[in-house]
């Protein structure tokens, strides 16, 4: 079966500190991957996708295919980072439609 | 441009009850999807909507159907509720098609007593 693995329920850094948010996937084909993001009392966005490869916030994020691995990363952590964090997965699911496949979720806890 | 805005906030419903929850699509795009987030979880997909029609159904009971209006709003029904329903429920918009970006609205927040 096709999922999201995100680890760490809760993960607190010190603001200025480098921050990695993990995911692991389970997929037998090409994978496309999204990191979303839900601040307090906002809706959830998306931060970024894999494909694009590009640097949102400061957040970088790299598929590794020999590890399945999607792990959102920031080298200093700012306050303003603390948020829930969803990795997801774009699965086919029928007649041209593609799903997201989310984890769990890793709420990040910036310390000022 | 209007974001993707859903009705009603919370709702509280008894089990055995119906409930209707309605979502405005983002101006411009023509597919909707609905997902269930249940307290602790991530959203999980129950199915999605293009060209008025289901196209794609995640791992849930027929009692969830829903509907699309040729406005690109969309519907979903839930019959015969059970405690186990109570969660957030989240519409997105998106255009059809893989890797499009998903725009979530803010959910309504489903009490099955």
């Known amino acids: 079966a096709q999922r999201v693995t995100q680890p760490e329920k809760l993960l607190s850094v010190f603001k200025g500190a480098p921050v990695e948010l993990k995911c692991n996937y389970s997929?037998?084909?090409?994978?496309?991957l999204f990191w979303y993001v839900q601040y307090s009392r906002q809706r959830l966005q998306l931060l970024l996708r894999h494909i694009s490869r590009e640097s949102i916030k400061g957040f970088t994020a790299d598929l590794n295919k020999g590890e399945t691995s999607f792990h959102l990363k920031k080298p200093f952590a700012q306050e303003e980072d603390s948020a829930m964090y969803y990795c997801a997965l774009s699965l086919y699911s029928g007649a041209g439609s593609y799903q997201l496949t989310f984890g769990k979720g890793t709420k990040l806890s910036v310390i000022p | 441009e209007t974001g993707v805005t859903q009705s009603p906030t919370h709702l509280i419903k008894t089990r055995g009850q119906q409930v209707t929850l309605r979502c405005s699509s983002q101006s411009g795009h023509n597919t909707v999807s609905w997902y269930q987030q249940a307290l602790g979880q991530g959203p999980q997909f129950i199915f999605q909507y293009y060209r008025e029609e289901e196209n794609g159904r995640g791992n849930f009971p027929p009692r969830f159907s829903g509907l699309q209006f040729p406005n690109y709003s969309s519907e979903l029904n839930v019959n015969a509720l059970e405690l186990d329903d109570s969660a957030l429920y989240l519409c997105?918009?998106?255009?059809f098609g893989r890797g499009t970006e998903a725009f979530f609205g803010q959910g309504t927040r489903l009490t099955v007593v």
């Open positions: 997929y037998s084909g090409s994978p496309e």
């Open positions: 997105a918009s998106s255009f």
